[in-house]
């Protein structure tokens, strides 16, 4: 009798033990019937064809240069080619000319839209309204499958409290709780139904506490202790989880020491081990390859088996996997039932994306869907509710009937490349509707444009030209800000004056004496406390994408009305870094003390305030988190709570009466801020538990609840475990993170 190979015999065994060993419940939706298409299929594939699953590639150029090791089954997925045909053309190769004929995942960055771009993530967040967003994420979606895209690097979960940090334009801002209701709106709105061909997978990243870069500088070391990670940067990421993100990406930091993509504790640990995650990891791009250079590892030998041991599935742009796997498995350093495990992840993914039965895209259908006019009106109501009003004198909404000479100046009126933001990889700068063409559709031979600068960092030492147009003017309407390269990857900012002589261009139109009325785009909380006595309003605008400048218009002119809130701190200078609402009391927390300017000048040798704070700028932000006016106002009365004690297992529900004092309909955010008074480690003076939007008309007055589960205050304390710890607590209710009045309650 012919011996039974060993490998057949072994792969038998793996089919069997795969299919008795009793699988947690999944997090990515598999089913019985997914995980026996995966071991079958891993059960013919050879050791070479799986470690090809587990490398992706970018795939710029000709198709014809990757075609062999796509017939050999060297790549798992491509990333960075979004023209249907050649997506076609790859996954042909894959699928009709390669053994085993698995489908590729193509991957790409629609951070914030595809082709129709919506405001960046920062400015999504500062919509506070979970719904759109995952609307708008669908849309991408919708969009990205049209052109072969089924693996979205989205949405970034970075928690980001210094805006020197470029990448902060590309997350949800300061706040866990904001992040996550954002994570798993932008999960939804992607994943949708699976089964769905317009649904891609998402990328939870960067995994994790990227944002908390030592410096506010791209690429730092971070040192968050565990603690701070699983009460503030990791919550996100396990909502997302437990919302389905199928994929997550590993983060380029060494944090504490170890850089993430060989961080056995938080991917073995935490992700796979404590939330149960059975989706895909991939690395960041050659984020293993870099591990040489953090100093983790010797060469891509090294860093390749780190990789592994830290049970990353899948690396972008190494290639440590497929140079070195196989002969780190014949060796003994790497098991092949780990890689099996990988190849695992993946094929779970390509299954359940149905990219077996579907691998092709309509090249046809999928163009008529891109910019259609319901995808538009997606993004400009985006747009709306996500610039926030952070100053009117009164000038604001302006007579559309009183309009007869409108000013339109500044760097940023005209962008239409630099209004759609970081990260905008298709967008397309001729979709983008501009600020001054809405106005000038708008008010046809009523706007004058004179640009003042052509772009942020230009200075000038005279603005004649403009002041001239301004004095002819009626109402001066300038754009500042900066443009899109100055936010996003790698672009990290010392100096966050708006740059360049913007601020001497609003000076000199201040001075003209007309209404001017600022408009700041930009990709991060800039400092721009010295400007805004040199504007009668402001309103800014976190990079708002294809649809910004109609947007931009309706809000100006009162078809909107402006409802976005600062999903960051505002700071009055940059060397106030880093500065955010859910700060710890400290033991010297600022009261006000005696700044700069109060100090007497025989002040000799004593103290000035004891407190926390710096002498020339104090501790208290220029704007805080949660801050936005609207063109009404609303006051918040009646607040009280059901009980003064609460088990820990309760329901603590508030009820408040919210009123619309004003003479317009305004949507408010309502937000609802707990503070642990007493812990077994310090605890911050406010977190957010709630918000939601609420409509009202002028002198409307409405009875609202809100009730939030004890369990939503629990935290990890001393003893590492996550749990309520009873006490003291208040709670606030309030239209931003600085205001409204705490009532107590207590936890037995
Ligand atoms: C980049 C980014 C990551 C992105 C990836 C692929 O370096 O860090 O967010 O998804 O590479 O473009």
């Known amino acids: 009798m012919k011996p039974i190979p060993i490998l057949f015999l072994a792969s038998l065994l793996a089919v069997s033990v795969s299919c008795t060993t009793e699988r947690k419940p999944s997090t990515v939706g598999t089913t019985s019937e997914v995980e026996r298409r995966v071991d079958q299929l891993l059960s013919r594939m050879t050791l070479a064809e799986k470690i090809g699953q587990m490398n992706q590639v970018s795939a710029g150029g000709e198709v014809a240069n990757y075609a062999d090791a796509l017939r050999k089954g060297q790549v798992g997925s491509i990333l960075n080619e979004v023209d249907p045909v050649k997506v076609n053309e790859f996954q042909r190769i894959s ?208 860093v390749a088996r780190k990789a592994m041991e830290a049970g990353v599935d899948m690396d972008m742009m190494t290639y440590g996997y497929l140079s070195h796997l196989e002969e780190l498995v014949r060796s003994g350093a790497v098991r092949e039932s780990d890689i099996d495990q990988a190849v695992r992840n993946i094929l779970r993914v390509k299954i359940l994306l149905g990219l077996f039965e579907n691998p092709y895209v309509d090249v046809e259908a999928g163009q008529a869907v891109q910019y259609a006019p319901d995808h538009l009106a997606a993004a400009q109501k985006t747009a709306e509710e996500s610039a926030i009003l952070l100053k009117n004198d009164g000038v604001l909404p302006l007579d559309p009937a009183a309009v007869r000479n409108i000013l339109v100046t500044g760097p940023l009126a005209d962008a239409p490349h630099d209004q759609l933001g970081t990260w905008a990889f298709d967008g397309e700068a001729g979709h983008t509707v501009t600020p001054l063409r809405a106005l000038q559709e708008r008010f046809p031979g009523k706007v004058t444009y004179v640009p003042g600068l052509a772009y942020s960092r230009e200075r000038r030492d005279r603005f004649d030209d403009v002041v001239a147009a301004a004095r002819r003017s009626d109402v001066i309407l300038v754009f500042l800000g900066e443009e899109a390269i100055l936010s996003g990857e790698a672009h990290s900012l010392a100096d966050l004056n708006l740059k360049g002589s913007q601020s001497e261009l609003l000076a000199a139109l201040k001075a003209t004496g007309k209404p001017v009325v600022a408009t700041v785009m930009a990709g991060r909380p800039l400092t721009i ?125 508030v009820s408040f009466t919210l009123s619309n004092t004003g003479t317009r309909a305004g949507t408010e955010v309502v937000q609802v801020y707990v503070r642990d008074l007493v812990g077994s480690i310090t605890r911050p003076v406010k977190e957010l538990k709630h918000f939601e939007r609420v409509t009202l008309a002028p002198g409307e007055n409405r009875a609202l609840k809100v009730s939030i589960p004890v369990q939503e205050l629990a935290f990890v304390g001393l003893d590492g475990v996550k749990k309520v710890e009873p006490g003291e607590f208040q709670l606030w209710v309030a239209g931003d993170s600085a205001s409204g009045t705490g009532v107590a309650f207590n936890v037995k």
């Open 95 to 302: 699928v009709e000319e390669s053994r085993l004929g698995i489908p590729l995942l193509v991957a790409r960055d629609v951070i914030h839209g595809f082709h129709t771009i919506f405001p960046i993530p920062l400015g999504l967040a500062s919509t506070f309204d979970p719904e759109l967003v995952e609307a708008g994420a669908r849309v991408a979606s919708v969009e990205a499958t049209g052109q072969g895209v089924r693996w979205t690097f989205s949405p970034m979960l970075d928690i980001a409290r210094d805006p020197r940090w470029g990448r902060m334009a590309e997350g949800s801002g300061e706040d866990t709780y904001l992040d996550t209701r954002m994570a798993e709106a932008m999960v939804r709105g992607y994943q949708g139904d699976l089964s769905d061909a317009t649904s891609i997978a998402a990328c939870i990243k960067h995994f994790a506490g990227y944002g908390a870069a030592e410096g506010g500088r791209d690429y730092n070391s971070t040192f968050l202790t565990e603690r701070q990670l699983r009460n503030v940067y990791l919550p996100p990421f396990e909502a997302a989880v437990k919302a389905g993100a199928m994929t997550l990406m590993t983060s380029f930091n060494d944090n504490d020491g170890v850089p993430s993509t060989g961080n056995a504790f938080l991917v073995k640990d935490v992700l796979r081990g404590e939330w149960g995650f059975d989706g895909l990891v991939v690395t960041d791009w050659n984020s293993m390859g870099e591990m040489i250079s953090h100093g983790f590892g010797e060469d891509r030998k090294d």
């Open 529 to 653: 406390e010295r400007d805004l006595p040199n504007c009668a309003a402001m309103l800014y605008a976190f990079h708002p994408g294809t649809m910004g400048g109609p947007a931009l218009a309706n809000l100006l002119l009162g078809d909107a009305v402006p409802s976005g809130k600062t999903p960051v701190t505002f700071l009055r200078t940059v060397g106030q870094a880093p500065l955010y609402y859910s700060h710890n009391m400290t033991g010297r927390p600022y009261n006000g003390e005696t700044l700069l300017d109060d100090i007497p000048l025989e002040a000799g040798q004593t103290s000035l305030g004891n407190t926390s704070y710096y002498l020339d700028y104090g501790a208290y932000p220029l704007f805080p988190f949660g801050y936005g006016l609207s063109y009404t106002t609303f006051a918040y009365s009646d607040i009280a709570l059901d009980r003064e004690t609460y088990a820990t297992d309760g329901t603590v529900t």
